[in-house]
Structure formats: structure tokens, C-alpha cells
């Protein structure tokens, strides 16, 4: 099962060998909304390097697996990244778009622009209700 999420990079923390063959990375992103939340991803092996390309306070987005494991009687959830990108500009959209820009007013109306300038009142007297 996979997921994204974007947010602002924290902190990156440097690779470590957990034994000859199996490496590991952390980093960490803060959410934006009322309540940011600071999430904390895993990279394993090849895909360690993936984060050097970002500085902190960049904004990415991320593409990551649930991962979970029982040891010794406890469990243990990681979050795998396996993809990091650029997060993009448009924090607003929705599918099939993006939401209007509300900063520039409505265009005028004019009976020029009104679809049903051509129609007479009496066009509207069959309805039933």
C-alpha cells in the first residue's frame, strides 16, 4: 500500500550501516494546516541518497509504504520512503483542477454576456412549478 504526503524538510540525518550489507537514513517533515505534525520517514539501501538533493525548509513531497514488524514481543512501524520530489506549487488542488483564483473579481454582467438574454418570459411560463 502506498502513500504521499508534502510538507516542509526538517532535518536530514546521516546514513548508517546497521550491518555490512543494510543501510539506513532518516529524515524528518512538518505538515502544513492548524496542527502541523512532524513525521519522521525511513530510506533503506539504494535509496538513501535520494534526500541529498534537498536543504531544509524545502518543500517536497514524499512517497512512502507503512512498513511493521514484531520483535522480542513489540512492534515497530516504519514509514519507507521510496520516492522524494519537489512538492509542487499548487497547494489548492482538487480533482479535476484547481480551485479559482478569488483575488480577481467576477467579470461584469452585461446583457451581452447573459446566456438567456434571447429568451422571452413567456419561454419560462410552462414550467410546473
Do not use: H
Request: hydrophobic share 30%.
Amino acid at each position: 500500500m502506498s502513500f504521499e504526503i508534502e510538507g516542509n524538510l526538517v532535518k536530514k540525518f546521516d546514513t548508517e550501516s546497521k550491518t555490512s550489507s543494510f543501510q539506513t537514513r532518516e529524515f524528518v517533515i512538518t505538515t502544513e494546516g492548524t496542527y502541523p505534525q512532524f513525521v519522521k520517514f525511513q530510506l533503506t539501501q539504494d535509496k538513501c541518497q535520494v534526500i541529498d538533493e534537498y536543504q531544509e525548509n524545502d518543500k517536497i513531497k514524499v512517497f512512502f509504504d507503512l512498513r511493521g514488524r514484531e520483535w522480542q514481543g513489540k512492534y515497530f512501524t516504519n514509514l519507507n520512503a521510496w520516492k522524494v520530489e519537489r512538492a509542487s506549487n499548487q497547494s489548492s488542488a482538487v480533482a479535476g483542477g484547481s480551485f479559482p483564483d478569488v483575488s480577481q473579481s467576477p467579470p461584469e454582467f452585461t446583457t451581452q454576456n447573459d446566456p438567456f438574454g434571447d429568451m422571452k418570459k413567456e419561454d419560462f411560463d410552462d414550467l410546473p412549478f
